[in-house]
Nanobody
């Protein structure tokens, strides 16, 4: 089984910073892409940032220059450093990983997406 566990959410004032972490654990053969999505009340879930195993990053236009995604492949962990946060960025932030679980024969199963349970980020004074 595979689990993604997020941490680091909380309450922060507008203009403040917060760092989210997400650790993948379990029967993992390899991890391709890891990323962060967010979902505000009444809105659809949207991509915030993603990073491949080789370090290529992709950001939503609205967070470019303020958010930084990074990854520790040895720890199967992805981070999201968020600076200059805005009230409209209040949302539940979800970790996503596209990975290949281990098979029962020492190989790998086909890749699929896994999600964490989410961590609340509230930007408010």
């Amino acid at each position: 089984q595979v689990q993604l566990v997020e941490s680091g959410g909380g309450l922060v004032q507008p203009g403040g910073s917060l760092t989210l972490s997400c650790a993948a654990s379990g029967s993992i053969f390899s991890i391709n892409r890891m990323g962060w999505y967010r979902q505000a009340p009444g809105k659809q879930r949207e991509l915030v940032a993603a990073i491949t195993s080789g370090g290529t990053t992709n950001y939503a236009d609205c967070v470019k220059g303020r958010f930084t995604i990074s990854r520790d492949n040895a720890k199967n962990t992805v981070y999201l450093q968020m600076n200059s946060l805005k009230p409209e960025e209040t949302a539940v932030y979800y970790c996503n990983a596209n990975l290949r679980p281990k098979s029962g024969f020492g190989g790998a199963l086909p890749p699929r997406d896994y999600w964490g349970k989410g961590t609340q980020v509230t930007v408010s004074s």
